[in-house]
């Protein structure tokens, strides 16, 4: 199970956290990824990271995302900065080991 939050409105240039709580006995072995669903667009990938911290960032988000874990409180967050009207999507968390998906949270980038 994956819970995610923290998705809303944000003006260009501004920065949001998102949050993935998980559950599951053996989460810290888990690789967990970030996704995202722009209207009309293919779901892409976001950031990863590893069950030991590990991370990946697809072309257009780095330097201004930053993907985390905790293995002990079983959270995963996705700090967004310097954001653009183009993040605008639903955001998904994903347990890459078990294809689990989590609902989904909207992010507004606008003014």
């Known amino acids: 199970q994956l819970q995610a939050s923290g998705g809303g409105l944000v003006q260009p240039g501004g920065s949001l956290r998102l949050s993935c709580a998980a559950s599951?006995?053996?989460?810290?072995?888990?690789?967990m990824g970030w996704y995202r669903q722009a209207p009309g667009k293919e779901r892409e990938l976001v950031a990863l990271i590893s069950g030991g911290g590990s991370t990946n960032y697809a072309d257009s988000v780095k330097g201004r995302f930053t993907i985390s874990r905790n293995n002990a409180k079983k959270m995963v967050w996705l700090q967004m900065s310097s954001l653009k009207p183009e993040d605008t999507a639903v955001y998904y968390c994903?347990?890459?080991?078990?294809?689990?998906w989590g609902q989904g949270t909207l992010v507004t980038v606008s003014s």
């Open positions: 994903k347990n890459l080991a078990t294809l689990t």
């Open positions: 599951g006995s053996i989460f810290s072995s888990y690789p």
